[in-house]
């Protein structure tokens, strides 16, 4: 066991490392009004491994939806950034990787930083909502809605950290993410993980075909997962999900100069 566990509130989460994996970063990115609650058992299981691991706690998150509301998406992308750069500063391999809303922002920064690989769980880049479309307006007119529930799912009920209310403003902003990640796609050069449920209510398949699209040869791996919902990091498959990935990084890590600050 590593010396650091997982926190019993929202928090963000780093370990150093150790051994022979210590110079290998994995910068893990948790997704929309969630926390790293969400992301701690993968996170744990790297960290165990030897891996230097880091988890942020993105801006309006883990705290009150209010707080949210008054967040853009360039705020959570520069959290998760400046997460990435730190850890890259003291390791010779990064890797990126998220849950969600968490996977969308991990792939984004792949495409502005020279990453060994990106590792992402159910990575959102679409909606199901038709009225995302109109977001931009409604957002005035409804303040905020209740999150998506999933009712096929293996895991148990858990606490994760995700609010009881979603703010529509802070939907516009995640459109706006997703928009630019898609747009970024291409410029990802580095391989590319991707674990997806096949019963997932809140990201539809249109994500993984945007993938498809952008990434193409670059998106190397896609792990089926046939029991899990959209948390899949806290569900049945999770074991897969840790072992996969602990595979993917240890295939590809390799001795790189750290990332520049920009």
């Given at each position: ?7 019993s509130?929202?928090?963000a ?24 609650l ?12 030897g ?59 792949a ?6 690989g990106?590792?992402v ?8 909502d ?25 895991a ?6 995700d609010y ?32 997806k449920?096949?019963t ?14 952008g990434?193409?040869?670059?998106l190397t ?5 046939a029991?899990?919902?959209?948390v899949?990091?806290?569900?049945v ?10 595979e993917f ?14």
């Open positions: 066991m590593t010396e650091s566990s997982p926190p509130r929202p928090a989460f780093s370990y150093p490392g150790h051994g022979a994996n210590a110079r290998t970063g994995v910068a893990i990115c948790h997704g929309f009004t969630g926390s790293p969400s992301i701690m058992p993968w996170a744990q299981h790297l960290a165990d491994l891996y230097a691991v880091s988890v942020p706690l993105l801006p309006g998150h883990g705290t009150d939806w209010r707080q949210l509301a008054l967040t853009g998406w360039q705020d959570w992308y520069r959290s998760y950034e400046k997460a990435l750069l730190e850890l890259a500063a003291r390791t010779d391999s990064c890797f990126t990787a998220g849950l969600s809303m968490g996977g969308a922002i991990a792939l984004l920064a495409s502005r930083h020279p990453v060994a990106v590792s769980v159910n990575p959102g880049l679409s909606f199901y038709r009225r995302v479309r109109i977001i931009g307006l409604l957002k005035y007119f409804q303040r905020t809605t209740v999150p998506i529930q999933e009712e096929q799912t293996g148990p009920a858990t606490n994760d950290g009881s209310l979603t703010p529509l403003a802070a939907v516009h902003e995640l459109k706006k993410l997703f928009g630019a990640t898609v747009r970024a796609l291409p410029g990802v050069d580095a391989p590319v993980q991707v674990f449920s096949r997932d209510a809140v990201v539809p398949p249109t994500s993984l075909a945007l993938l498809r699209t990434l193409g040869a670059n791996d896609v792990v089926d997962l029991s899990s919902g959209h899949a990091t806290l569900d498959d999770a074991p897969a999900i840790f072992a996969r990935s602990g990084v240890a295939a590809h890590a390799r001795h790189t100069s750290p990332l520049e600050t920009p």
